[in-house]
């Protein structure tokens, strides 16, 4: 690792900027025009490392130095359709929004194709469907062909994972004791049930990720992330195949055939499983030969640039950014091994995953995993989440009647959405004299589970719901009903951590990516309601560094995953509690609030585990 970090001290704080400052908080692109960050180009030597990400609305490609600086990134918006449960994507789309994004980024970054000397690929975790050429075949009603990826927040497949679950498999263990309809066999098992002739044609199943590399080098060995956290390979297979200075890819014998025959999917442990993959790798393991000729022509770079294996999209913000924290000083070196167990990454965005290693597996009730691998080698992961988040704060805001009116305000102050309700609550809290912003909600607040309840209730039907909506229709109200899903938001990240800690982590540091991470009310309210400090990193593209990083591994710049974290993470902002800075009242507010969320889960019926437990920890 080049140089010390930061101490903690030396971050920039988080709560000296005003709620007002003036960025852009929206978590993705609803843009046709490509968004562009450029820096001062610098020597033409340099070695430069790509990321790629694909998240559920854009395609975006970020370019960075030996240090881990964005020297440019683009965007260009992808294609989806949503009807009922069911949200579909074409790959083919997909791929030429990549190519457009890496083309706009080197241009304006003025990174010639040669100076890439690494590439990686990050997507959500979608399903692609494609034939023996590589065509797609359509898993939509509609039987259009374009729509070939059932995308992750697709719940048509409720059925299917709750079939599935009752089968009590010992694979579901590793996935919190239950499948979401949001993983890959219950969608796999749904196709099959619903489209014969679609399924008669696939002839490989992938992960949108590993399809992203897979189209990039013609090398179909899948990730251990991908396999291990959305379709029951159990990873912990290859323990003992591990070895940091050798990596290669591996066959797959992490399978459980008894499983696939039991839910009904027998036919795809045909051909050593060559349909879900037979050979899996690490994370950042170099593919095939690098680009083919024909891929590094549709981007504009160099035949043969090293590729790396590739992440799930919130897996690859964690590798971005969970060795950002600051260390007081260089003899704290040595304990980063366990330092790195008390952290939990949040990558918010459309949803929020929350994601926490230790050293020793956990079994988590509703909480994924362990999963062995999936993100850090050698150590296991546990990934909580929330299904919507950025999507429920776009919901809550466009369909409430001063929204149009509120979007036209932003449009002509030159302000995002999101910047002109902080100045509102702002004006509020100045107007009524309040001692402090989160006092505004004492008497509204949101249920957040609209899209259901990944953790850890693991329950896809839950529903949402508001407590103290009146017949006001003001901007103001709007903006005080976004300050109440906020801070929904974050009790259930607050309920996620503690019944996580109760389970054997320690988790005491969180730290933030991603599009609301831009947001300093949602990450403020954070600090507030969770009560621990929350560091955000420096280059604010977690995602694309984590991408990033990948192709850095298998360039061979650094011999592991965890030695390129190190090198090429960094702190920045560092948000503390207000109660930390001595605000009266705000922990009776926390309190209070998470109370009326417990009674608000009471009325809605559900006497779960989670009622009590938050009963029990803010029933003051």
Same mark, same amino acid.
């Given at each position: 690792?080049?140089?010390?970090?930061?101490?903690?001290?030396?971050?920039?704080?988080?709560?000296?900027?005003?709620?007002?400052?003036?960025?852009?908080?929206?978590?993705?692109?609803?843009?046709?025009?490509?968004?562009?960050?450029?820096?001062?180009?610098?020597?033409?030597?340099?070695?430069?490392?790509?990321?790629?990400?694909?998240?559920?609305?854009?395609?975006?490609?970020?370019?960075?130095?030996?240090?881990?600086?964005?020297?440019?990134?683009?965007?260009?918006?992808?294609?989806?359709?949503?009807?009922?449960?069911?949200?579909?994507?074409?790959?083919?789309?997909?791929?030429?929004?990549?190519?457009?994004?890496?083309?706009?980024?080197?241009?304006?970054?003025?990174?010639?194709?040669?100076?890439?000397?690494?590439?990686?690929?990050?997507?959500?975790?979608?399903?692609?469907?494609?034939?023996?050429?590589?065509?797609?075949?359509?898993?939509?009603?509609?039987?259009?062909?374009?729509?070939?990826?059932?995308?992750?927040?697709?719940?048509?497949?409720?059925?299917?994972?709750?079939?599935?679950?009752?089968?009590?498999?010992?694979?579901?263990?590793?996935?919190?004791?239950?499948?979401?309809?949001?993983?890959?066999?219950?969608?796999?098992?749904?196709?099959?049930?619903?489209?014969?002739?679609?399924?008669?044609?696939?002839?490989?199943?992938?992960?949108?990720?590993?399809?992203?590399?897979?189209?990039?080098?013609?090398?179909?060995?899948?990730?251990?992330?991908?396999?291990?956290?959305?379709?029951?390979?159990?990873?912990?297979?290859?323990?003992?195949?591990?070895?940091?200075?050798?990596?290669?890819?591996?066959?797959?014998?992490?399978?459980?055939?008894?499983?696939?025959?039991?839910?009904?999917?027998?036919?795809?442990?045909?051909?050593?499983?060559?349909?879900?993959?037979?050979?899996?790798?690490?994370?950042?393991?170099?593919?095939?030969?690098?680009?083919?000729?024909?891929?590094?022509?549709?981007?504009?770079?160099?035949?043969?640039?090293?590729?790396?294996?590739?992440?799930?999209?919130?897996?690859?913000?964690?590798?971005?950014?969970?060795?950002?924290?600051?260390?007081?000083?260089?003899?704290?070196?040595?304990?980063?091994?366990?330092?790195?167990?008390?952290?939990?990454?949040?990558?918010?965005?459309?949803?929020?995953?929350?994601?926490?290693?230790?050293?020793?597996?956990?079994?988590?009730?509703?909480?994924?995993?362990?999963?062995?691998?999936?993100?850090?080698?050698?150590?296991?992961?546990?990934?909580?989440?929330?299904?919507?988040?950025?999507?429920?704060?776009?919901?809550?805001?466009?369909?409430?009647?001063?929204?149009?009116?509120?979007?036209?305000?932003?449009?002509?102050?030159?302000?995002?959405?999101?910047?002109?309700?902080?100045?509102?609550?702002?004006?509020?809290?100045?107007?009524?004299?309040?001692?402090?912003?989160?006092?505004?909600?004492?008497?509204?607040?949101?249920?957040?589970?609209?899209?259901?309840?990944?953790?850890?209730?693991?329950?896809?039907?839950?529903?949402?719901?508001?407590?103290?909506?009146?017949?006001?229709?003001?901007?103001?109200?709007?903006?005080?009903?976004?300050?109440?899903?906020?801070?929904?938001?974050?009790?259930?990240?607050?309920?996620?951590?503690?019944?996580?800690?109760?389970?054997?982590?320690?988790?005491?540091?969180?730290?933030?990516?991603?599009?609301?991470?831009?947001?300093?009310?949602?990450?403020?309210?954070?600090?507030?309601?969770?009560?621990?400090?929350?560091?955000?990193?420096? #280059?604010?593209?977690?995602? =694309?560094?984590? @991408?990033?990083? /990948? +192709?850095?591994? %298998?360039?061979? *710049?650094? $011999?592991?995953?965890? #030695?390129?974290?190190?090198? =090429?993470?960094? @702190?920045?902002? /560092? +948000?503390?509690? %207000?109660?930390? *800075?001595? $605000?009266?009242?705000?922990?009776?507010?926390?309190?209070?609030?998470?109370?009326?969320?417990?009674?608000?889960?009471?009325?809605?019926?559900?006497?779960?585990?989670?009622?009590?437990?938050?009963?029990?920890?803010?029933?003051?």
């Amino acid at each position: 690792m080049s140089g010390a970090r930061r101490a903690w001290s030396d971050a920039t704080p988080l709560l000296s900027q005003q709620l007002h400052r003036s960025s852009t908080y929206s978590n993705r692109s609803s843009s046709a025009a490509v968004s562009v960050e450029m820096a001062t180009a610098t020597s033409p030597l340099r070695s430069v490392f790509l990321g790629v990400d694909v998240g559920t609305g854009s395609a975006r490609a970020g370019l960075f130095d030996e240090n881990g600086k964005l020297l440019g990134s683009a965007s260009s918006p992808i294609q989806i359709w949503k009807e009922g449960d069911c949200v579909e994507q074409s790959s083919t789309d997909i791929w030429h929004a990549i190519c457009a994004a890496v083309k706009t980024a080197c241009s304006l970054a003025n990174v010639a194709g040669q100076e890439v000397a690494g590439l990686g690929f990050a997507a959500t975790c979608s399903l692609v469907a494609v034939d023996a050429d590589g065509s797609p075949v359509t898993v939509s009603w509609s039987s259009d062909s374009r729509r070939n990826i059932i995308v992750w927040m697709d719940h048509r497949a409720v059925k299917q994972a709750e079939r599935i679950n009752s089968c009590n498999s010992p694979v579901l263990q590793y996935c919190g004791g239950s499948l979401s309809p949001e993983m890959q066999p219950p969608k796999l098992l749904w196709v099959k049930e619903n489209l014969q002739e679609s399924w008669s044609m696939v002839f490989r199943w992938m992960d949108l990720s590993d399809w992203l590399s897979y189209r990039a080098t013609g090398d179909d060995t899948r990730s251990l992330c991908t396999t291990v956290c959305k379709w029951t390979y159990l990873g912990h297979a290859h323990m003992q195949q591990f070895n940091e200075k050798d990596s290669r890819d591996m066959e797959a014998c992490g399978w459980d055939d008894d499983f696939w025959e039991e839910i009904g999917l027998g036919d795809l442990v045909d051909g050593h499983h060559a349909k879900i993959g037979r050979s899996v790798a690490f994370p950042g393991h170099p593919l095939g030969s690098g680009l083919t000729p024909t891929a590094a022509k549709e981007l504009g770079l160099v035949a043969g640039t090293p590729v790396g294996t590739s992440l799930i999209d919130a897996h690859a913000g964690g590798v971005g950014i969970m060795e950002s924290v600051p260390v007081l000083d260089s003899k704290t070196e040595g304990y980063d091994d366990e330092a790195i167990c008390h952290r939990m990454a949040l990558v918010c965005g459309t949803s929020t995953c929350h994601m926490a290693i230790s050293r020793n597996k956990m079994f988590i009730p509703g909480v994924w995993g362990p999963f062995w691998s999936a993100m850090v080698p050698e150590y296991w992961l546990t990934e909580g989440g929330q299904s919507a988040t950025g999507a429920l704060l776009d919901h809550i805001i466009e369909n409430h009647v001063a929204s149009p009116h509120l979007a036209n305000r932003a449009a002509s102050q030159n302000v995002s959405l999101f910047e002109l309700l902080n100045k509102i609550l702002e004006s509020i809290v100045h107007d009524l004299k309040s001692p402090f912003l989160a006092a505004l909600t004492e008497n509204i607040h949101v249920l957040p589970d609209f899209h259901g309840n990944r953790s850890p209730i693991a329950d896809p039907k839950a529903k949402g719901m508001v407590c103290g909506l009146t017949l006001d229709t003001s901007e103001k109200q709007l903006a005080l009903l976004y300050l109440a899903t906020v801070q929904g938001i974050a009790y259930g990240t607050r309920h996620i951590v503690e019944h996580c800690n109760a389970q054997g982590h320690k988790i005491d540091t969180l730290l933030a990516c991603g599009g609301l991470a831009k947001n300093p009310l949602f990450i403020q309210e954070h600090a507030d309601v969770i009560g621990c400090p929350i560091v955000l990193p420096r #280059e604010s593209e977690s995602v =694309l560094l984590g @991408a990033a990083i /990948l +192709g850095a591994v %298998a360039a061979k *710049k650094y $011999s592991t995953l965890n #030695e390129a974290m190190k090198a =090429l993470n960094a @702190a920045g902002q /560092l +948000g503390r509690p %207000a109660c930390s *800075k001595g $605000s009266p009242g705000t922990p009776k507010l926390v309190h209070r609030g998470w109370y009326m969320h417990a009674v608000m889960l009471l009325k809605a019926g559900d006497n779960g585990p989670r009622s009590s437990t938050i009963i029990n920890n803010g029933g003051g």
